[in-house]
Every structure is written in structure tokens, then in C-alpha cells.
């Protein structure tokens, strides 16, 4: 199983682009396979989703809108994941993060709205990577393992947030579990309102001020990743933890600073769904883009340009995937689900599947037309 | 006597709640001995419930159920193998892959193929495991602490509970007192000494993920076929990530992990008998926060107040043989 040919002859463009396409493939057959077992043509299925998430305006801004949320996880995940830390507590994270924005919104909402704005960013940020910290502070002290302190801090966010939302920040005028909603100046402004300023009528959905919050994190965390000695320092110790300690570099304090960054980023998933959809917190609304994240921070090879393509393409998913729910009764929005662990399969444990054949076919095709 | 019959009740209770989490930790000492990473116990336990429902639902026989629950549990261990072992691909990237593939998958066949919204139907007495009592049960209850302890806490349980304690030390004799085990044990800790004794250390892992995917297909169907009569979505609960912090908890040793296990059960059979009821200085508490307590304990468990855990030396690592 060594690679059949030599790593630095393979173009960066096969490694990083056609292996990564052919996972793909790979995945969206198995999946088309299950569907077909749930008793759906998955034929029709494909159209479906790709009239649902392009066929009209108001379609493509949900798809949109999704892909923001996954940026904000797919980001989190990718930052842990640089310093070998496998933080799946994106959902409890955001879900706490919430309570950040909340606070900030209903507390400070005598400012300014551009610096309430700021504070509810920074809410955000700081609860959800408070959440993180206690998880990353176990692994770097204690060596508790971080999947399994992180899966239960989602469960234990799960259960703070129901109590908090039943017993303490409810609106109690309202039936649901959830917090009164913050001040209208504060929302912040969809699509359509965008739409609005520029002569475009469209109809209400989802997207919101977010998205471009979601570009400018992509940027951040390049910058952080690649162009910081924070982030070279990250990338060292989740390269190789003993050379780092050799050239004086603390694993200790890089395990936590990348956990809490992840939490952080993770957090700002609440600022799209609580300052953009719902304008409070509902109970459950990370909704599992937190585990999606991991999916598609897998697929974008944990770097901001490949974690746009693959939100995107998950963004297509769920939005198509909702159009197909809708019209192919034995499809439920789980289905869509499995195909983030078929994704994760194929595009994370099993990215080396192909890879030998993959490289050595293009490397032997090259270098026939250099000889030639 | 009512405290005693509380007693009972949670002790009764707890024997019943640790199984899924025994059979789960003696899963994950397989593959975990032989240094291959499995967070995935969680999703084959999930698997598991699902095929155990669904077959016993179709055949009319639990035992069917449970044996293809076993066969789909085995086919999971054997891909987690092919991407981790035979592919060195990342072990937990494996791991949270199945995991999500099959919380997604078992729900939507269940809807797919029953509607009721990811439920499926509920097994009548001949298609479900039931209670065993132990014979002369009623007789003897009358007998102090001997009959309390026989009629009201061992007996009454389902196959499954009697199962998962012989398991212990079954798996106990075979990891330390057979040479099956003390190859599991070696190609965990120095894979390269055991290839080089001529054992491949592949097929070490392979045979160690086997044995994984039958045991934990008893925690599943123990699940759907036993305890509950039908399989509904996400019904594993985070039992899998327990087992696994119980494994870690114990040491990678059956007896302690058995251990870990019962206190995991004990705790939750606890949770539930003080949900809603006041407790003196305290009050009530509130419900949600009663249910995080076995989540709590096994972040504190983990955070080891007692003592650090060092597991298996090669685990999470690939084996990749010189040539």
C-alpha cells in the first residue's frame, strides 16, 4: 500500500483537486444507492435538489444561508483539526454561543446598533469558546480525550440549555420554549432587504448580514492559520508534538488556544440563527450544522478555500435535500444525514482509497506528453 | 421496608442500565487492545437496535434479529478495519463517520420504510426478549436479604443482563490467559515486535474488530429486542461514548471497566428516581439538569481525579510494515 509513485512529482492540482472530486463521486454513488434502497429514484432525487437549491431566487439565498452556518462550523472544526484535535462539540459550542448574543442583545441594547452588533459578535465568541476551553483545558492537563469530552459537553448544553429555556430566560407570554425576541433595529437584515435597496423584489428567506460575517471569518482564519506564528505554532504541534516541544513550543498552550478559536468560531453560527432567523433563542437550533461541520471541513481539506466549496455544495444539500422531503415521501431529512457520514467516510478515513491510482494514472499521463 | 424496596428498585435497575454499557466496554477492549481507535461504538450500538428490530419484526424471532444484528455490527467493524487498518486512514475520522452515517441511515429507513416518523413497529411478546424469572423466586422472597437480594434484584431480567456479566469474565480469561490474548495485547502495544515474531498484525486487528462488532451487537439489540419493544431514532443515547469513557475510566482492563460500567448505571438508575422528587436542603431540581448528571460524571471520571489513564502504547496508530 505505499504510494505508488513519487510524492513530489504529483501536481498540486491531482492531490488537492481531482482526489478530492473522485472521493466525491465516490460518496454521492453510495448515496444515490441508499435512496434507491428507501425506495426513491435517485435520479429524480438529483433534480430535485438541484431545482430546490438553483431553480429560483429565493431557493439559492436558503441554499446560501446554509452554506453560511456550515462555513462558521466547517471553520471550527478545520482549526482544531490543525493542531490534531478532533473538537465534535460544534453543536454545544453554538448552542451556548447563543446565549452570548442573546445577553449582548438584550443587555447593551441602549447602544448603538453597529456596536450591539460587535458585542453580540463577541458574545458569540466568547461563550462559545468558554465551552470549548473546559474540553481543550481536560486534553492539555489531563489528557481526557477530546471526542469523548466534547460529545458529552454537547450533551450536557443540550440539558443546560432546555433547563435555562424552560425554567429561566423563557417567554413566558409564549407557549414554546424559547426567549423573548431581541429589539427589531437589531435584526439583522436579510436578502430581501438588501434586495429592496437595489430595485429587487424578492420574497422573504433566511439569508441574512451573516454570510458576509462567514466570508470575513474564512479570511480570518487563514490569516490565523497560515500568516501567524499562533498558527504556525498550532500547525506544528498537531504535526508532530515532540519536534514542537523540542523547539520550545507549548502543546498545552496551542491545544487550548485552538479549542477555544474552534468554539468561537463554532459560537458564530448562533449570531446567523439568532441575530438573522430567529431573532431568540429556540430550543435545538444548531440542529446538527455543528456535526455537518466536520463533514465539510473534511471535504475543504480543512483550508478556507476548500471549506467554501464543500459548505456550499452542503448547503445545496440541505436545501435541495429539503425539496426532495417535500415531494419524495420515504425520504426523510436524515437521509441527508447519512450522506454526511458517507461523505466523512470517503473524503476523510477512507481519502487514500484511490489516491495511488489516481495520481500514478495523471503522472504517467503527464509525463507521456513531456516525452512526447 | 420502603427503603428497602427502593434499594431494590435502584439496584435492580442499575444491573439493568449498565448492560448495554458492559457489552459496549468489552467491544471497545477488543479493538481498543489492539490499537484500533473505536468512538464508533456508539453507531454500531444504534445499528444494531435497528437490524435487531426490524429483523425480529420481519421474522418473528428476536434470535434472528439479534444474529443479523450481529452480521450488520461486523460488517461496520470490518469497514472502520478497511479505512483504518488496511488503508491507514484516520481512525476517529472513521469512527464519527460511521457514527453520523448510521444515526442518519437508521432513521431514515425507519421512516422510509414504516413512516411513524422514524419509528419502527412495535414487537409483539413473541418477536421481543422477555423477563426471566428465576425459578422458586415467589417462594423464597419471604427470606430475609437472601430472598431480597434473589427474588427482587437477580431475578427478573432479561437474557441480556445474565449475558453481559458472563461476558466480563469471559473476556477477562481470553485477553490475559490465552495466546489469542497476549497477541491482541502485544500487536496494541508494539505492533513491529509482533510481525517480526511472524503474527500478522492485520489480521490481529481484524480478528479484534470481529469480536468488537458481535459484542456490541448485544448492547443494541439489547436495546430494541429487550428493554424497549421497538426502535426509535437516536435511542443509543450517547450510550457508546459512556462505554467508551468506562473502557478509559477502567483502564482497558474488564474488571475495572465492569466497574466504571456499574457506577455509569447506578448513576443513571439514580437520575431517574430523583427526577421530581424534593430533596431535603435542596428542593427539587430541575429534570434537565438530573439528566446531564452521567454526562457530568463522565467528563469528571475522565478528567482523572483518579488517576491517569495510559492506554494501549500503539492506539490510533496505523501499522505499516517495513519492507
Known amino acids: 500500500m505505499s504510494s505508488a509513485v513519487d510524492k513530489s512529482k504529483v501536481p498540486w492540482w ?42 429560483y431566487i429565493e431557493g439559492f439565498a436558503y441554499t446560501l444561508y446554509y452554506t453560511t452556518n456550515f462555513i462558521f462550523t466547517g471553520l471550527a472544526f478545520a482549526v482544531a483539526f490543525h493542531c490534531r484535535l478532533f473538537n465534535i462539540g460544534g453543536e454545544g459550542q453554538a448552542y451556548i454561543g447563543g446565549l452570548g448574543v442573546y445577553f449582548a442583545a438584550i443587555h447593551f441594547s441602549f447602544l448603538p446598533v453597529p456596536i450591539v452588533w460587535i458585542l453580540a459578535i463577541a458574545g458569540a465568541i466568547v461563550f462559545g469558546g468558554a465551552w470549548a476551553f473546559i474540553p481543550a483545558y481536560l486534553q492539555a492537563k489531563r489528557g481526557s480525550h477530546v471526542v ?37 433595529e437589531l435584526w439583522f437584515p436579510t436578502f430581501k432587504e438588501f434586495g429592496e435597496l437595489i430595485g429587487i423584489k424578492v420574497r422573504y428567506s433566511p439569508l441574512n448580514l451573516s454570510f458576509l460575517l462567514a466570508i470575513a471569518a474564512s479570511v480570518f482564519v487563514w490569516f490565523l492559520v497560515w500568516r501567524t506564528k499562533w498558527g504556525y505554532e498550532m500547525r506544528a504541534v498537531g504535526h508532530n508534538t515532540q519536534a514542537a516541544i523540542y523547539a520550545g513550543i507549548s502543546p498545552y498552550k496551542n491545544i487550548i488556544i485552538a479549542m477555544v478559536i474552534s468554539g468561537g468560531l463554532a459560537g458564530l453560527l448562533a449570531i446567523n440563527e439568532v441575530l438573522g432567523v430567529h431573532h431568540k433563542i429556540v430550543s435545538g437550533f444548531p440542529a446538527g450544522y455543528g456535526f455537518t461541520g466536520i463533514a465539510v471541513a473534511l ?61 500514478s494514472f495523471f503522472v504517467n499521463k503527464l509525463n507521456i506528453r513531456k516525452k512526447g | ?103 442518519g441511515l437508521t432513521t431514515a429507513l425507519a421512516a422510509a420504510w414504516f413512516g411513524q416518523a422514524g419509528l419502527t413497529p412495535t414487537l409483539t411478546d413473541e418477536q421481543r426478549f422477555l423477563e426471566i424469572t428465576f425459578p422458586f423466586a415467589d417462594a423464597i422472597r419471604s427470606i430475609p436479604i437472601i430472598g431480597f437480594i434473589y ?11 445474565y449475558l453481559a456479566y458472563i461476558s466480563v469474565p469471559i473476556v477477562f480469561w481470553i485477553v490475559f490467559k490465552t495466546s489469542f490474548g497476549l497477541r491482541l495485547r502485544a500487536v496494541g502495544e508494539n ?26 451487537a448485544f448492547a443494541g439489540a439489547h436495546l430494541s429486542t429487550a428493554v424497549n419493544a421497538n426502535f426509535f431514532r437516536e435511542m443509543s443515547a450517547g450510550r457508546g ?72 502504547r500503539a492506539i490510533g496508530q496505523p501499522y505499516i510494515k517495513e519492507r
Open chain 2, 1 to 103: 421496608m420502603e427503603i428497602f424496596a427502593d434499594l431494590a428498585s435502584l439496584l435492580n435497575s442499575t444491573l439493568r442500565i449498565s448492560t448495554p454499557l458492559i457489552f459496549a466496554a468489552m467491544a471497545g477492549l477488543f479493538a481498543e487492545r489492539s490499537g484500533v481507535i473505536d468512538f464508533s461504538l456508539e453507531g454500531k450500538m444504534l445499528t444494531a437496535a435497528f437490524v435487531a428490530a426490524v429483523g425480529s419484526y420481519y421474522f418473528g424471532s428476536p434470535w434472528l434479529g439479534l444474529i443479523l444484528a450481529i452480521i450488520a455490527c461486523v460488517s461496520l467493524s470490518m469497514l472502520h478495519g478497511f479505512a483504518s487498518v488496511t488503508h491507514k486512514g484516520d481512525q476517529v475520522v472513521s469512527c464519527v463517520a460511521i457514527n453520523i452515517l448510521m444515526i
Open chain 1, 148 to 184: 469523548i469530552t466534547t460529545i458529552m459537553f454537547n450533551f450536557i448544553a443540550s440539558s443546560l440549555m432546555i433547563y435555562l429555556l424552560v425554567d429561566v430566560i423563557r417567554d413566558t407570554n409564549q407557549m414554546g420554549p424559547h426567549t423573548i425576541a431581541v429589539a427589531k
Open chain 1, 299 to 359: 471535504m475543504g481539506r480543512n483550508h478556507p478555500i476548500g471549506i467554501f466549496p464543500a459548505a456550499l455544495l452542503f448547503g445545496i444539500l440541505y436545501q435541495g435535500g429539503s425539496e426532495v422531503t417535500f415531494d419524495m415521501p420515504n425520504i426523510s431529512r436524515y437521509m441527508f444525514v447519512a450522506v454526511q457520514g458517507v461523505i466523512i467516510l470517503f473524503s476523510g478515513a477512507l481519502e487514500n482509497l484511490f489516491r495511488p491510482q489516481v495520481e
Open chain 2, 151 to 161: 427474588s427482587d434484584i437477580l431475578s427478573g431480567h432479561y437474557i441480556f443482563v
Open chain 1, 14 to 55: 491531482v492531490s488537492n483537486l481531482i482526489v478530492p472530486i473522485v472521493n466525491l463521486i465516490l460518496a454521492l454513488l453510495v448515496s444515490a444507492l441508499f435512496i434507491f434502497i428507501a425506495g426513491e429514484n435517485p435520479i429524480e432525487a438529483v433534480k430535485l435538489i438541484i431545482y430546490g437549491s438553483f431553480g
Open chain 2, 241 to 312: 461514548y459512556l462505554a467508551l469513557a468506562a473502557l478509559i475510566f477502567g483502564k482497558w482492563h474488564p474488571k475495572t471497566a465492569l466497574i466504571a460500567c456499574l457506577l455509569f448505571g447506578f448513576t443513571d438508575a439514580l437520575q431517574i428516581r430523583l427526577q421530581g422528587v424534593e430533596l431535603p436542603a435542596i428542593g427539587t431540581i430541575p429534570v434537565q439538569l438530573i439528566q446531564a448528571i452521567p454526562y457530568v460524571l463522565t467528563v469528571v471520571l475522565l478528567a482523572g481525579f483518579v488517576g491517569k489513564a495510559i492506554g494501549p
Open chain 2, 191 to 216: 505492533p513491529s515486535a509482533v510481525d517480526s515474531a511472524g503474527i500478522n498484525v492485520f489480521a490481529m486487528r481484524y480478528k479484534a474488530l470481529m469480536i468488537n462488532g458481535v459484542l456490541i
